[in-house]
T-cell receptor, first 114, second 113 residues
């Protein structure tokens, strides 16, 4: 079945770049997503990438997709203390009856050291 | 920015009791979902709902679970007879086109004692 794996923790200094990695197993994934969860809050969609793309950039965020290795990464440039959160990688399974079911990783807890 | 609202934020219930978790999706959304996250584990898909019926459900979503959209605005998840292992954070989500990612609520933490 589908599986998404992430490392559980990452610690970086403020101002450095953070790179959060994810591997997935389902080669039929159509979209891959990064969600952010701050303490006590819900899952906030940060960005997504379609499976026929290699890279997507959105301000400080860069998503890289290596479809051959089924590897997805999220790079946060100039990491700030406000970026401290749990980051979830997710893949969407092609729709059954029109809905897109997401498979999530366990989440990477990013800690930013001032 | 429109939000998905979930109530209550935390519910404690006794084993065997029925609970109803409530969600108010964003008004123009067409697809609705429930996910759950047991502490320390992955966020897991429970069920999707479209056009007033369940479109997909996972193995977790057994006969103890049901969903409803009774009045066109609220979207509820009912657990008929709660078990200790139902303790988790339950997230409601909605989307207008699910393939572009959907909007999640902030979750209801359910504790079964």
């Amino acid at each position: 079945g589908e599986d998404v794996e992430q490392s559980l923790f990452l610690s970086v200094r403020e101002g450095d770049s953070s790179v959060i990695n994810c591997t997935y197993t389902d080669s039929s994934s159509t979209y891959l997503y990064w969600y952010k969860q701050e303490p006590g809050a819900g899952l906030q969609l940060l960005t997504y990438i379609f499976s026929n793309m290699d890279m997507k950039q959105d301000q400080r965020l860069t998503v890289l997709l290596n479809k051959k290795d089924k590897h997805l990464s999220l790079r946060i440039a100039d990491t700030q203390t406000g970026d401290s959160a749990i980051y979830f990688c997710a893949e969407s399974i092609p729709p059954g009856a029109g809905s897109y079911q997401l498979t999530f990783g366990k989440g990477t807890k990013l800690s930013v050291i001032p | 920015e429109p939000e998905v609202t979930q109530t209550p934020s935390h519910q404690v219930t006794q084993m065997g009791q029925e609970v109803i978790l409530r969600c108010v999706p964003i008004s123009n959304h067409l697809y609705f979902y429930w996910y759950r996250q047991i502490l320390g584990q992955k966020v897991e898909f429970l069920v999707s709902f479209y056009n007033n019926e369940i479109s997909e459900k996972s193995e977790i979503f057994d006969d103890q679970f049901s969903v409803e959209r009774p009045d066109g605005s609220n979207f509820t998840l009912k657990i008929r007879s709660t078990k200790l292992e139902d303790s988790a954070m339950y997230f409601c989500a909605g989307g207008d086109r699910g393939n572009y990612g959907y909007t999640f609520g902030s979750g209801t933490r359910l504790t079964v004692v």
